[in-house]
């Protein structure tokens, strides 16, 4: 929302970044700065939170901030009439596509249950979830992304663990090596016992939920607060077949991460330089293995260090030299027809 600055500083004027801030509330309070100081903060110029005074160039004075709410007053209008107009024709199209159901003859599998339904809201997700979990028997398939587990979400799966735990049924969970360094995820391993098994990669699909190899829960939007349940067989075999891949080439938890051969670079580093090399941004590459950006950015700078790089196109070079950009094995390999085997 209004802007997006730049590739440094990917934010927009609703959140600036602390450099940013400081220099713009100093324009703010004396009226203008001098255009040195913005060189670090090129989003404000980007963004139009300073502009040049045309009396003295070498100066910049600020939009005033009555501006900036305005603008971003606007903006989010703008963004909520789109939203309003795409909710309408969702509704039209809903409408029409119900009516058409309507005229179709019902068949067997229509008494069964949908194999995709749309679960909105945490209250729904939670219900369905539960649901699953009182059903299952056997085993239950997870990959938890986004790096350290918080204590809140350990807790609020630990009724479903522990009663899955108590009928015997078998847990397996794939996570990112940066949950390795969270107390809260090694406190619930341990609870659990070896009724859970966990593995780690440098980086992992979205969240999945697995029972028994009959009903898969997924994100449906960024925010979580919606999820699909799946029930499609050949659907429900594929992501099975995807975690079993990705289980194969995961780490134990319980065994340490593999040396990367190089004096100086550690194993995430190494994840990092192969992202790097594939072009990625550093908040893409923060996202991926589940660290924030300032974290990605003090690896890199290491990299750089270590690499003897001055700038980052130097960087990528040195990468390549080392080996670095092919040492990252292919995430997940498309599902062939071969059984799954890892345990």
Known sequence: MAG????????GADRLCEA?????SRAVRRGRVPRRDAEPVPCLMELALLHPDPDDMDWLVPTAPQEVMTRLLRGMYDEISASQRRVGSAVAAFEWYAGLGRQMPSTPSAAEGPAIRVLDGLARIQAAMDEATRACTTEVLTVQPGGIRREAELSEGLHRA???RGRGVRMRDLYTHVARHGQGLLTYLELMGDAVEARTLDEVIER???FDRTVAFIPANAERTMALELRHPALVEYLGTVFERLWRLAIPLTAPLPDTGIEGISHREQSIAAL???GHQDAVIAERLGISVRTCRAH???LSETLGAASRTQLGVRIAQAGLDGARRSAVALPGRESPSAR
């Open 4 to 11: 997006h600055g730049t590739d440094e500083h990917p934010h």
């Open 20 to 24: 940013g801030d400081r220099v713009y």
């Open 162 to 164: 522990t009663e899955l």
């Open 208 to 210: 999945l939920i697995l």
């Open 276 to 278: 790097l090399a594939e």
């Open 300 to 302: 890199i700078a290491r």
